[in-house]
């Protein structure tokens, strides 16, 4: 495999090159960990530093770093550089309950397009695409992150930011888009804006589609390229490992190569905290390789993934991730059973009567638990008659219970019932707490 790539030629750098640098840039970002307020406390109290790492195993000699710590040192425990060196700051949208502030040098904004870059090459991004770049931009890390990555690639970036879907129609029209970066829920939701004008987006100069930010299921991904008429290549990334470009898929889309040159990765069991095998589910932790400003060792992302077992076809040695089933955070108890958003997304997408987007309302009746999901169908089953209507609804609610082990009640709703958001979609409530 040769390396047409001008990014990085660490993308098909061999094994061995590729663990020696690591080794040399985890004692690296170790030593640099150590000058922020909370890791230089952490490490004096374990007696660890950057003499503590002969090898990459003994990385496993350090604790975990939980986001936790994040917010009990926040604004500016974690920062190990001083503030004049600071260039920019994102920001986690505090969901969850914990705000968390990240921070960037000028040399971390560098290296963090250079990543979301070789992403986009290796999707096959080249100069002369017109990229439209359809995620919010300000605190949130999806619309600069790609911004700068697309920019620095030489490609011709339109900062559209989400929403405003009629304008963002016109534009691809306009400006003959060839690229798009958009959360997969927002790309099924504007198919509804093309119908309503009347345009195909097949029939566009559009060739392919960058989307991430939120869990989407393989089936999601089969829909939209089929409706978009294009490949759409699943990115990984949070906020505190600076945003997208953590790890991405080749043209192969069998997982996402992380970069093993940037980033560390280990997939552990939630409960014991022991690396698990290649191949089984656990959580990813992440440690940062190159970040100046704010370097994390072995970060919990709380994320659920794997690393695939076998080398990919494309020659890249980057291990690869599988497709990230949701957070440790993401999962629902129902009468017990443990159920992510995502299972619940597989079977409604393989089902062709199905719309475009679903909802997960659990509320109590009579102190039980009871979930019921709402099912946006396509115009030609809504038109259905009663009964045949009331057969399909037996049929979802069978899948499901199949699949999580709990058999929901199931609405049927029109096209567009359920509100569509902009940003990551919401595919949970649950009014239990009420
Ligand atoms: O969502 C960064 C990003 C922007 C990634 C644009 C990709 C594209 P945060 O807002 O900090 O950062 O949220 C990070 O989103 O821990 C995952 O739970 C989830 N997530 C991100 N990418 C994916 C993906 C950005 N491809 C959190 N599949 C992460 C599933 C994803 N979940």
């Known amino acids: 495999m040769t390396n047409d790539s001008p990014y990085d030629e660490l993308e098909f750098a061999s094994e061995r090159d590729l663990g020696a640098l690591q080794l040399e840039r985890l004692r690296w970002s170790v030593g640099q960990a150590a000058r922020s307020p909370h890791y230089g406390r952490v490490f004096a109290e374990h007696g660890l530093g950057p003499g503590s790492i002969q090898t990459l195993d003994d990385l496993q000699k350090f604790p975990l770093t939980a986001k936790r710590d994040l917010r009990d040192s926040y604004p ?5 550089v001083p503030k004049e060196a600071i260039v920019r700051m994102h920001h986690s949208s505090g969901t969850t309950g914990m705000a968390t502030a990240v921070f960037h040098t000028a040399g971390d904004i560098e290296r963090w397009a250079g990543l979301v870059a070789r992403c986009l090459h290796m999707a096959g991004l080249r100069r002369g695409d017109v990229f439209q770049n359809m995620m919010t931009y300000g605190l ?3 619309g600069l992150g790609l911004h700068y990555g697309a920019e620095k690639l030489g490609a011709f970036v339109i900062p559209m930011g989400a929403g405003n879907s009629r304008r963002q129609i016109e534009f691809m029209h306009t400006f003959g888009t060839t690229a798009i970066h958009i959360i997969p829920s927002y790309a099924m939701a504007l198919l509804g804006t093309f119908e309503a004008m009347g345009v195909d987006p097949r029939g566009l100069s559009l060739r392919l589609a960058v989307g991430g930010a939120e869990p989407y299921s393989e089936e ?7 409706a978009w008429g294009m490949p759409f290549y699943n990115c990984y990334g949070l906020s ?7 790890a991405f898929e080749c043209p192969e889309q069998q997982g996402l190569h992380l970069w093993e040159d940037a980033y560390l990765g ?3 069991d939630p409960e014991s905290g022991e690396r698990v095998a290649d191949g089984e589910m656990g959580e990813l932790v992440l440690t940062s390789l190159t970040r100046e400003a704010m370097p994390l060792i072995r970060y919990r992302t709380r994320d659920l993934t794997s690393f695939a077992a076998d080398p990919c076809p494309c020659g890249r040695g980057h291990r690869r991730l599988a497709r990230i089933q949701g957070r440790t955070d993401d999962m629902f108890i129902v009468r017990g059973v443990n159920i992510f958003p995502i299972q619940i997304e597989r079977v409604l997408m393989s089902l062709p009567q199905v719309g475009r987007s679903y909802l997960v309302v659990i509320d109590r009746e009579q102190y039980a638990d009871r979930m019921t999901v709402q099912v946006e169908l396509t115009p030609e089953a809504f038109a259905g008659d009663l009964e045949q209507l009331q057969s399909l609804r037996d049929r979802i609610a069978d899948a499901l219970r199949r699949e999580t082990l709990v058999r929901p009640r199931v609405e049927l709703v ?8 902009e940003g990551k ?10």
Request: net charge negative; hydrophobic share 40%.
């Open 414 to 421: 029109e096209a567009g019932h359920i509100p569509r958001q």
């Open 140 to 142: 949130f890390t999806g």
């Open 220 to 226: 999601a991904r089969s829909r939209l390229q089929e």
């Open 76 to 80: 500016f425990g974690v920062l190990a």
């Open 266 to 268: 280990e997939v552990i």
């Open 425 to 434: 979609a919401v595919r949970v409530v649950d009014k239990r707490d009420d």
């Open 240 to 246: 505190e490992m600076c945003g997208p470009g953590v």
